[in-house]
């Protein structure tokens, strides 16, 4: 749940050159693009499952949980693609990344996290060849029984890494234990209608 860099910063004009933002959006542009959104949602939640299913060998992981938009029904929405925005023309929403609270009574298995989950987005690619990159599977750590939030499982190799999110008081305290600054966990994110438990299954 990184926000990292603005998306309306993107220039569509450098990504798709020669669309011209006035030209009317033809409905196989449109439906081009909510397949788009649809197998990316797709391929997120198989992201998500095998993710889990690897923790689910780790001893300590008590409970793994979906949430976030992947874990819902997607909802049409106007995007931030700038030929779409400026026309009006809603679509199917586009998911950033995947979001996992994993409880876990162990913290020391941090380290264990991190590498598996690396390993199992590694050897789980779609059919097409597209997978999902290690930053957009963020892993929440949650205390078993309180449901407290602790922190975020980290993803670089190397804890400390001397990169500037370091610096943040408390980040890597124990090791691979990432802080972020004036972050705040809304328990309501983990409401049971807007989660999916997948392990135990």
């Given at each position: 749940?990184?926000?990292?860099?603005e998306?309306?910063?993107?220039?569509?004009?450098?990504?798709?050159?020669?669309?011209?933002?006035?030209?009317?959006?033809?409905?196989a542009?449109?439906?081009?693009?909510?397949?788009?959104?649809l197998?990316?949602?797709?391929?997120?939640?198989?992201?998500?499952?095998?993710?889990?299913?690897?923790?689910?060998?780790?001893?300590?992981?008590?409970?793994?949980?979906?949430?976030?938009?992947?874990?819902?029904?997607?909802?049409?929405?106007?995007?931030?693609?700038?030929?779409?925005?400026?026309?009006?023309?809603?679509?199917?929403?586009?998911?950033?990344?995947?979001?996992?609270?994993?409880?876990?009574?162990?913290?020391?298995?941090?380290?264990?996290?991190?590498?598996?989950?690396?390993?199992?987005?590694?050897?789980?690619?779609?059919?097409?060849?597209?997978?999902?990159?290690?930053?957009?599977?963020?892993?929440?750590?949650?205390q078993?029984?309180?449901?407290?939030?602790?922190?975020?499982?980290?993803?670089?190799?190397?804890?400390?890494?001397?990169?500037?999110?370091?610096?943040?008081?408390?980040?890597?305290?124990?090791?691979?234990?990432?802080?972020?600054?004036e972050?705040?966990?809304?328990?309501?994110?983990?409401?049971?209608?807007?989660?999916?438990?997948?392990?135990?299954?």
């Amino acid at each position: 749940m990184d926000p990292g860099p603005e998306l309306d910063e993107f220039d569509d004009e450098l990504l798709y050159p020669g669309w011209d933002d006035d030209e009317p959006l033809s409905e196989a542009e449109i439906e081009e693009e909510n397949r788009r959104m649809l197998a990316r949602h797709s391929r997120f939640r198989r992201a998500a499952e095998h993710v889990a299913e690897a923790f689910g060998a780790i001893r300590g992981v008590e409970k793994v949980a979906l949430f976030g938009s992947v874990a819902l029904p997607l909802v049409r929405e106007v995007p931030r693609f700038r030929r779409f925005r400026r026309q009006g023309v809603a679509i199917w929403h586009e998911c950033a990344d995947v979001d996992l609270a994993v409880w876990l009574s162990d913290l020391r298995r941090l380290s264990t996290l991190r590498k598996v989950k690396a390993r199992a987005l590694r050897e789980h690619p779609d059919e097409d060849g597209l997978g999902v990159a290690d930053h957009q599977v963020d892993v929440f750590i949650m205390q078993p029984g309180t449901d407290a939030y602790v922190g975020r499982l980290c993803y670089f190799a190397k804890c400390p890494k001397g990169k500037w999110e370091c610096l943040v008081p408390g980040c890597g305290k124990p090791p691979f234990l990432r802080r972020h600054a004036e972050f705040v966990f809304r328990p309501q994110a983990l409401e049971a209608d807007k989660t999916v438990v997948l392990y135990p299954k």
